[in-house]
């Protein structure tokens, strides 16, 4: 164990938490070690139940009711758990300064920003209001705040998620604090914003000398800020040592399955490395490694909590750091995957082959594409002013968007949150009032209104083969409903003549491909993970065996190594059955590792379009170009001396959108000419081929 | 499968699960059965006991309660047999209690759910047809119905019915307003499921807790709001009798005969007791979170 430095300001030993709850002992973080120097940034990574935010809080005297902490936390020679609330105080906020995930929900919606900053200096500083409010303007100046003066006197609610976390950094520093505890501070936040704040965060450090305790579940982004990083599962220190010896040499078995479960922006990946099984569950922790139910490399010696060893690079395994290879991972984990497979191969085909005798009957021939969509638009009335006689306006939240869809591929959406493609995915199935110059499904065409009789038949037809996935995965499932009756609802619905033996025969069929077991189909959703709960989610998409599944965020609530499940799932699952996916997403490696086709929104248009291999090797749009810039990668050495290409701004109000070409706002080689007319898409530079794109910019 | 599903072992039915969970929370089981208890005795007990319930006993006038008679619970300044009265007011108390909250309870929940589901203009009018209602003076009702079409006990329940729905059904539209946002309820319309399959399968039963919940306390509301009715003659009539009307004769003899009082109020407070916390278990029972 690394000796704490005479500089180190923060230094913990054997930190443990756990909760006295009726149902016993949760013991949530276990022998927890570091020690984090002066101006040194920290990160600690892991997925949800890893206990990195409950160290945390227990460190600053925040556990909840029923809490406990052991061990010790040194901060600057005193040791915070054992300090009285009052002392607790004056450090909190003054010496050590937090910024959460949510920044609506860290600011009190009801005060103006001058109140909730000066409030903290004239409580911790006993500043005088004027000096506290011209140290307030100061420091949402070094935040790049561009217009300080009329940010003070703001309510949080009108300003933007990325605004609002500038905000928080800036009170958070108002005090010049030694230390700066961010827990997923850019989580909620777009890939371009998550861009700009963390190259706030990494300027201001240099600036202030600010040491930085960082958690997150990003790789990525650990990668790109910090000196030393610690990889936590199940309450234990799994790995730890400075970001550059980690991300290249990572040696724990935890460490390497994360950084292979999640897709990545270059190179070939054919499936991705999941980990099996579902996150830890506290009440339930296995005696030994926490990690040791879902690691390949497991056997009898992991019953035995192993020792947390090394020097410099210390790490928590008993298999011997050069023994532990991804190769070697991903060979035991097939050969445990084909034998579970085997028993479904018969299975499968007897399903294949109804799916080919539907689709050999199907109406269409081949060459029309399953979807049509021309200049597609939706638009909902919001009202316009303060009074309630204010004339409502429109917020046109799809602008005129156009695409097909071919059986059997696979179109990728992507856009940053208020672009518009959630919306396109409830218009695309009549959830939303829309219009369309065409839009036609399996050669059909389809009215928005479903007032005529026939039309609602039509989207009845329409509904049967088109299914759709959620984002939010335990949400989009009725809590009152048992698995069984959330399964046969649509069986329910379109194939009413089924018996309930029948429904039953079809639902078991499909739950244990989905990979969940017929025993649970008397269980409720909040019974599953998350995890869990996406694939009853996919099995019921599935149920009425449809021909497109419209996929929207359905990876983006679950951790990193749930959604390379989740992903295989639906990759497998659509060779089996020949579907057609629309899978809309924010983050850019998920799209690339599922998509044959991308689309890429912004403010309710498309401004590319495109093959896969073409959009992410050679994009044409500044705006996809910007994207891509914008993606962390878990390796050190490229995000250090990552050109600083992130966005400047934020995405414009869909109510008011700029003239012309709607990103001319934030695009870096904007002219004059983009605000005189809208760009079409068109192929760019050169003739029409598979290598091109279609992108509309008036300057690529 | 190799081998076809043999006959996979039916799942359990959430209906089951409902009554396990109701049957595991003992104060509800007891008031459940206390309830069905008070109900045999009200209806069978008038028959069994010596005394009917509109003679009078000239022996025995305002005689207080005592094990040496056959009057047990004592007898009213006209000589009734106290007990007698109260089993027969429990008949009248407990059916327009349960008639009028059964039906107010149906009418609300159905008329908020569809107007909140549905929304716009349905949802526009049928809120203003409640606030109309709203703005009515209900006593003037009563007494008009009652003057025309005479007096009834059936038009009692109408009347307690016709001005108590309306606080369900607005409490019920809200809930369903924010239900219909869920994102299970757009799943279910991205299958096809039909409005009114939504409104019984996702919306009605997740509105089950807040209706549960509010119709234990119109149970005592609409028991108090019967015996008003009586005290200005448009309700239940002498000889007859209710719960609410001997509570109001016994409070206003309190001094001299306390008994008077006692007996039904302690029979009308059990009563709501044990509907509370029934209230409570069917509540917990049918939501499959509380396992």
């Not at chain 1, 054997?14 to 909760?19: D, Q, S």
């Not at chain 2, 019967?226 to 003899?253: D, K, N, Y």
């Amino acid at each position: 164990m690394a000796e704490p430095s005479s500089a180190s300001m923060l230094d913990v030993k054997h930190l443990g938490v756990h909760f006295e709850t009726p149902d016993g002992r949760l013991d949530a973080v276990r022998e927890l070690s570091f020690s984090l120097s002066k101006g040194q940034t920290f990160g600690i990574v892991g997925e949800s139940g890893s206990g990195k935010s409950q160290s945390m809080l227990a460190i600053l005297g925040l556990l909840a009711a029923g809490g406990h902490a052991t061990g010790s936390a040194h901060f600057e020679g005193r040791d915070l758990l054992r300090l009285a609330p009052y002392e607790l105080n004056r450090i909190r906020g003054n010496r050590i300064a937090m910024i959460f995930q949510d920044p609506m929900t860290s600011l009190n919606p009801y005060l103006t920003i001058e109140r909730q900053m000066t409030e903290v200096l004239e409580i911790q500083k006993n500043a005088t209001p004027k000096a506290a409010r011209s140290r307030a303007q100061s420091m949402l100046e070094a935040v790049q705040i561009a217009d300080p003066v009329r940010c003070l006197k703001g309510y949080p609610h009108q300003f933007s998620g990325g605004m609002r976390q500038r905000i928080m950094i800036a009170m958070a520093l108002l005090c010049e604090p030694d230390l700066l505890i961010a827990d997923e501070p850019t989580t909620a936040l777009d890939v371009t914003v998550q861009a700009q704040i963390v190259g706030l965060l990494r300027r201001l450090q240099h600036n202030f000398g600010t040491g930085i305790l960082m958690i997150t579940h990003d790789l990525g982004l650990v990668a790109g800020l910090c000196d030393e990083v610690m990889v936590m599962y199940g309450g234990r220190i799994m790995e730890q040592g400075s970001a550059q010896a980690l991300f290249d040499h990572p040696s724990h078995p935890y460490t390497l399955a994360l950084l292979n479960a999640a897709p990545r922006l270059h190179g070939e990946q054919d499936a991705l490395i999941a980990i099996p099984g579902a996150p830890p569950n506290l009440a339930q922790m296995p005696p030994g490694c926490p990690f040791a139910p879902r690691c390949a490399l497991a056997d009898a010696r992991c019953t035995l909590a192993p020792e947390l060893a090394g020097e410099s690079h210390r790490r928590a395994c008993h298999w011997p750091a050069g023994e532990v290879s991804i190769q070697q991972i991903q060979q035991i984990q097939p050969q445990r995957a084909e034998a579970e497979a085997e028993a479904e191969v018969e299975a499968e085909a007897e399903v294949e082959a109804e799916v080919e005798t539907e689709a050999s009957a199907g109406i269409n021939s081949p060459t029309t594409p399953l979807l049509r969509v021309r200049e597609l638009q939706v638009g909902f009335p919001v009202s316009g002013g303060d009074w309630p006689w204010s004339p409502s306006v429109t917020l046109r939240a799809v602008r005129g968007v156009s695409f097909d869809l071919e059986a059997g591929e696979t179109l990728g959406v992507v856009g940053e949150s208020g672009c518009g493609k959630s919306t396109l995915a409830r218009a695309l199935m009549n959830l939303v009032p829309f219009q369309a110059e065409s839009l036609r499904w399996f050669n059909q065409e389809m009215a928005p209104k479903p007032d005529a009789t026939a039309n609602t038949l039509a989207w009845l037809r329409v509904r049967q083969q088109v299914q759709m996935v959620f984002q939010d995965p335990l949400a989009s499932l009725d809590p009152r409903m048992n698995i069984l009756q959330i399964l046969s609802e649509p069986l329910r619905t379109h194939e009413p003549h089924l018996t309930a033996a029948d429904r039953l025969d079809r639902v078991c069929a499909l739950i244990e491909r989905v990979g969940l077991d017929r025993h649970q189909l008397d269980r409720y959703p909040h019974e599953f993970s998350g995890g869990q709960c996406q694939r009853i989610g996919i099995a019921r998409a599935l149920v009425l065996r449809p021909r497109v599944i419209i996929c929207d965020e359905p990876v983006s609530a679950l951790d990193v190594s749930i959604q390379a499940q989740i992903i295989n799932l639906l990759r497998d699952l659509q060779q089996e059955f020949g579907l057609a996916l629309i899978f809309i997403a924010h983050d850019l490696t998920v799209i690339r590792h599922v998509s044959q086709r991308v689309l890429v929104m912004y403010l309710g248009q498309v401004v590319e379009i495109g093959a896969r291999a073409a959009l992410f090797d050679n994009p044409r749009h500044p705006y996809t170009r910007a994207l891509l810039a914008s993606v962390p990668v878990p390796d050190p050495r490229i995000e250090r001396h990552r050109a600083s290409t992130a966005l400047v701004g934020e995405l414009p109000s869909p109510l008011d959108p700029p003239s012309g070409c709607a990103f001319r706002t934030r695009c870096p080689i904007a002219q004059d000419q983009c605000a005189q007319a809208s760009p079409v898409l068109a192929f760019k530079g050169g003739s029409e081929g598979s290598g091109q794109t279609q992108a509309a910019c008036w300057l690529a | 499968m190799s081998t076809p599903p043999s006959q996979p072992s039916a799942p359990r039915s959430p209906w089951r699960d409902a009554r396990d969970r109701f049957a595991r929370n003992r104060a509800a089981t007891v008031s459940g059965l206390l309830l069905i208890l008070i109900t045999f005795v009200c209806i069978v007990g008038p028959w069994l006991l010596p005394h009917a319930f509109d003679s009078t006993d000239w022996n025995a006038m305002a005689l207080a309660p005592g094990l040496t008679n056959s009057h047990w619970w004592g007898t009213d300044e006209s000589g009734r047999d106290l007990l007698v009265r109260c089993l027969m007011g429990g008949r009248i108390s407990l059916m327009v209690g349960i008639l009028a909250t059964l039906s107010s309870v149906a009418l609300g929940t159905v008329w908020g759910a569809t107007a909140g589901f549905l929304g716009g203009f349905a949802d526009q009018w049928m809120m203003r047809v409640v606030d109309v209602l709203y703005a009515v003076p209900y006593l003037l009702i009563a007494i008009l119905l009652v003057t025309v079409l005479g007096r009834d006990f059936y038009l009692v329940v109408l009347a307690i019915t016709a001005f108590s729905w309306m606080d369900m059904a607005r409490l019920v539209r809200g809930q369903a307003l924010s239900l219909k946002r869920m994102d299970y309820v757009e799943a279910a319309r991205a299958i096809g499921v039909s409005q009114a399959r939504i409104i019984a399968t996702h919306i009605v039963p997740n509105l089950l807790g807040l209706v549960v919940i509010y119709t234990t306390v119109t149970v005592p509301a609409v028991i108090l709001t019967e015996s008003v009715l009586s005290f200005l003659g448009l309700g239940i009539q002498e000889p007859m009798t209710s719960w609410g009307v001997l509570i109001q004769e016994g409070a206003q003899t309190m001094e001299v005969a306390p008994w008077l009082l006692l007996f039904p109020a302690a029979l009308l407070s059990t009563t709501l007791y044990c509907f509370n916390f029934l209230g409570d278990g069917l509540r917990d029972a049918l939501d499959p979170k509380d396992r």
